[in-house]
């Protein structure tokens, strides 16, 4: 028993666990059939975790992923036209391995938007029709668009978690 106590980590300073409430922050929408939540952003580690609402007949640009992507549904359908077979369902996990590429595709024929939580390590590569580099979305870009979107619509954004912006 010692040794096993022995072995634990110590850190510096314990610190209160953070907690946001379902509707503690707002979804703002991207124009494209998407609405993001933005729930954590750290900086230090290219991290941007978000709630994404996705409208019936929604399809996401293509893109690829310089790091993993963890994601959970939590209501409605989609795949990626990639991977018509794959459906993912309320309860499903999906694992994005970095190098993935993709399109998200929202079934027109839903009568409730999706919802899907994402932890995305790294960038999205926006990709265009030739496969070229066209637009390049990060944690930084990210929390720099939702603070300004929501700013514009008189929106607060205190209960956002922020990780290394002060250096």
Request: charged share 15%; with cysteine; proline share 6%.
């Amino acid at each position: 028993m010692d040794n096993a106590a022995a072995s634990l980590p110590v850190f510096p300073a314990v610190q209160e666990a953070l907690h946001i409430g379902i509707d503690e922050l707002p979804f703002v929408a991207l124009g494209d059939g998407s609405h993001i939540q933005v729930l954590h952003i750290d900086l230090k580690q290219g991290l941007w975790v978000v709630r994404m609402r996705f409208e019936p007949g929604c399809t996401i640009v293509k893109h690829q992923h310089t790091g993993p992507v963890f994601a959970v549904t939590a209501q409605g359908t989609w795949h990626y036209l990639e991977y018509p077979g794959s459906r993912n369902r309320p309860g499903s996990y999906l694992f994005e391995p970095a190098g993935s590429v993709h399109t998200l595709h929202v079934p027109p024929d839903q009568s409730e938007d999706t919802i899907v939580w994402f932890a995305v390590f790294g960038a999205n590569l926006n990709l265009g029709s030739l496969g070229q580099v066209e637009m390049v979305i990060d944690a930084r870009t990210v929390l720099g668009a939702y603070r300004a979107r929501c700013a514009a619509m008189g929106l607060a954004t205190d209960k956002l978690i922020v990780v290394g912006e002060d250096g």
